[in-house]
């Protein structure tokens, strides 16, 4: 199995710092195209995110599972469908496994489903993601962010422009 291993903040929605509640969630533009894209090519999605906001009282996991849950029916809308949220609770201090860059959330991935990491991606924007999928060993990585990532396969300033790059070069993908 392929897969497209997904960060939230930043990459699936626009990062406001510690976003909770559905009124707040603003999908980034292209990101339906762009998961579109991967699909098309035979991936399955995953997402894996960092939510210290849990750990540090910000807001709840009930307030966090209600916010996926919208978000997965949101993607479901949009014949996206994603495997499986893998989140870290942890708060940076309490040194968990789960918090990238360490892969705790991948080794759980690997423990419920038959993921080849040579032919798999990771999405985020943040060094974190791109030292995930290093330490995970996934093969493909993609950084959204201002600058470009010197460990990062490829760098974009937006999701919307990774999805205008793929759409015009789907032989990337490796489908």
């Known amino acids: 199995m392929r897969a497209l291993f997904l960060d939230r903040d930043g990459i699936i929605n626009r990062d406001y710092g510690y976003v909770s509640k559905i009124e707040k969630f603003v999908f980034t533009d292209g990101i339906f195209e762009f998961l579109q894209l991967f699909i098309s090519k035979g991936y399955t ?36 469908s994603i495997e499986e949220v893998y989140y870290c609770p942890h708060a940076p201090e309490q040194n968990c496994k789960c918090r ?33 999928a290093r330490n995970a060993t996934i093969a493909h990585t993609i950084f959204i962010g201002e600058e470009s990532h010197p460990n990062a396969l490829f760098s974009f300033g937006s999701v919307a422009e990774a999805k205008i790059y793929f759409e015009l070069n789907k032989e990337k993908i490796h489908g």
């Open 100 to 132: 990238k860059p360490s892969i705790g959330m991948i080794t759980q991935a690997l423990n419920t489903y038959p993921i080849d990491l040579e032919s798999s991606w990771m999405i985020g924007d943040k060094d974190s993601d791109i030292m995930l």
């Open 45 to 80: 999605l995953f997402i894996v995110t960092n939510q210290s906001g849990i750990g540090r009282g910000y807001y709840s996991e009930d307030d966090f599972k209600v916010l996926t849950q919208w978000m997965i029916r949101s993607f479901k809308e949009n014949n996206i």
